[in-house]
C-alpha cells in the first residue's frame, strides 16, 4: 500500500493564481481530510469528508473548494491564491468518522505566494 | 475553549539520555489523546493512541502516560538516538474533532 500521496511536493504561485493539490489514498478509507500547518500554530482542518459525496467545512475553509467523487481522491483547490494561503498542506485519512481510529497522513505540498 | 499545550517548545539533549515531553490540554469532551512524531519535511506518524480509561501506552522506547484528572499527558523518550530528531506533536480527540498542540521540537547530538 502506498498510503495517503500528495502531488505536488512543493509549489510556487503568484497572488492570485489558481491550482488544485492532490491527495490519494489506497487504504478504503471513508474519512478524508485536509490540513494546513503554520509555524507557531498547530494543524488547522480546512475541509474534510465523509466519504465520496459528502464534503464539509473544517475550522479555516475560506478560500478553498474540495470535491470527493471517489473514495480515493480528494483534491483541494486553491480559488485566487493569496500570501495569506502560503503554508505546508497535508492531506489525511481514516477508515470512518470514529474518533478513535488511527489517522494516516500524505507527505505534505509546500506552497508559497508570492 | 478546547486548547492543547506543548511544553517545553523546543529540547536539546545528548544521544543516550532520556527526556519527557509535556501536554496539557482543556478539551472537552474527551475521547482520546495521540502522540504524533513529525520529521522533517515529512507527514506525522502516529505513536500512541490513549483512552479515557488508558493511563499508560508503550511503543518501543516511547511511552505515553495520560492523567485524565489532571489534563496531562507526557511522552517519555528513552535512551534517545540521533534518529529521534523531529517535532512531537500532541492532539486530543473530541468526538471526531482532533485538537493539535504546536508541538516540541526534539533535537538529540551526538
Known amino acids: 500500500n502506498a498510503g495517503v500521496t500528495q502531488t505536488p511536493k512543493f509549489q510556487v504561485l503568484k497572488t492570485g493564481q489558481s491550482m488544485t493539490l492532490q491527495c490519494a489514498q489506497d487504504?478504503?478509507?471513508?474519512?478524508m481530510s485536509w490540513y494546513r500547518q503554520d509555524p507557531g500554530m498547530g494543524l488547522r482542518l480546512i475541509h474534510y469528508?465523509?466519504?465520496?459525496?459528502?464534503?464539509d467545512q473544517g475550522e479555516v475553509p475560506n478560500g478553498y473548494n474540495v470535491s470527493r467523487s471517489t473514495t480515493e481522491d480528494f483534491p483541494l483547490r486553491l480559488l485566487s491564491a493569496a500570501p495569506s494561503q502560503t503554508s505546508v498542506y497535508f492531506c489525511?485519512?481514516?477508515?470512518?468518522?470514529?474518533?478513535?481510529?488511527?489517522?494516516?497522513f500524505g507527505p505534505g505540498t509546500r506552497l508559497t505566494v508570492l | 475553549k478546547n486548547q492543547v499545550e506543548q511544553s517545553p517548545q523546543s529540547l536539546i539533549i545528548l544521544e543516550g539520555k532520556n527526556c519527557t515531553l509535556q501536554?496539557?490540554?482543556?478539551?472537552?469532551?474527551?475521547?482520546?489523546l495521540r502522540w504524533y512524531k513529525q520529521d522533517t519535511g515529512r507527514g506525522p506518524v502516529s505513536l500512541t493512541i490513549?483512552?479515557?480509561?488508558?493511563n499508560t501506552k508503550s511503543n518501543g522506547r516511547y511511552t505515553a502516560t495520560l492523567d485524565a484528572d489532571t489534563k496531562q499527558s507526557s511522552l517519555h523518550i528513552t535512551a534517545s538516538q540521533l534518529s529521534d530528531s523531529a517535532s512531537y506533536i500532541c492532539?486530543?480527540?473530541?468526538?471526531?474533532?482532533?485538537?493539535f498542540g504546536t508541538g516540541t521540537s526534539l533535537t538529540v547530538i551526538p
Open positions: 469528508s465523509v466519504g465520496a459525496g459528502i464534503t
Open positions: 492532539v486530543v480527540g473530541a468526538g471526531d474533532q482532533f485538537y
Open positions: 501536554c496539557n490540554y482543556t478539551v472537552s469532551p474527551f475521547s482520546n
Open positions: 487504504m478504503n478509507h471513508e474519512y
Open positions: 490513549m483512552t479515557f480509561s488508558e
Open positions: 489525511a485519512s481514516r477508515p470512518n468518522s470514529g474518533g478513535y481510529n488511527e489517522q494516516f
